[in-house]
């Protein structure tokens, strides 16, 4: 009976997470204006800024889904990010891969990011994507599927940046 309780507790603390960050995607309540203030402007990301002395500024990231292409041990491949919400956003990579992208992004909604990224070892390796926004960040970790490089015509393992098959001799692309 005390399990059944403290899951049913689990359940409503997660619930209520979700409820409050998509509350405050979607309505911000404006800040009082001070006398000296002449114009108060909402953008479509929910920020409020005035011409006044002050501005307030709230945004809300989150990471919805990471795909990834074909991943070789030491070869340039592409996971995807997707990001949802409202604000400007630098991403981050954590893992055993070496990776780039861009030095922040502008989401409005949803938008589908580029992160270039080398592994270093093959088999199932784990990595975190960060996006650190104003306000807060958000992480996600996944599972990338790497596999050593492997000979079209003989099916031998492969070094990276091997030029030719150390087996048949066949010239590797």
């Given at each position: 009976m005390?399990f ?19 509350r405050?995607?979607r ?8 006398p000296?203030e002449?114009?108060?402007e ?14 307030t500024h709230?945004?809300?990231v989150?990471?919805?889904?990471i795909?990834q292409?074909?991943l070789e041990?030491?070869?340039w ?6 990001l949802k919400?409202?604000?400007e ?6 893992g055993?891969?070496?990776w780039m ?10 938008r589908v990011?580029d ?5 270093k070892?093959?088999g ?5 994507v960060?996006?650190v926004y ?8 996944v599972?990338l ?12 393992p492969?070094e990276p940046?091997a ?5 048949c001799?066949a010239?590797l692309?």
């Open positions: 005390l059944a309780v403290v899951v049913l507790l689990v359940i409503i603390c997660y619930e209520y997470i979700i409820w409050r960050r998509r405050l995607a309505a911000i309540v404006p800040a009082k204006p001070q000296d002449k114009i108060v909402r953008d479509r990301a929910g920020s409020i800024e005035t011409t006044g002395s002050w501005v709230t945004s809300l989150d990471i919805s889904r795909d292409s074909l041990v030491g070869k491949g592409v996971v995807k990010v997707r919400g409202f604000g956003v630098k991403l981050s990579v954590e055993d891969v070496e992208c861009d030095e922040s992004y502008t989401v409005s909604g949803e990011v992160v270039h990224v080398k592994p070892v093959e199932e390796v784990p990595i975190k960060v996006a104003t306000g807060g960040r958000s992480s996600r970790l599972t599927r790497v596999v050593k490089r492997m000979c079209l015509k003989c099916g031998a492969v940046g030029k030719y098959c150390w087996k001799g010239k692309e």
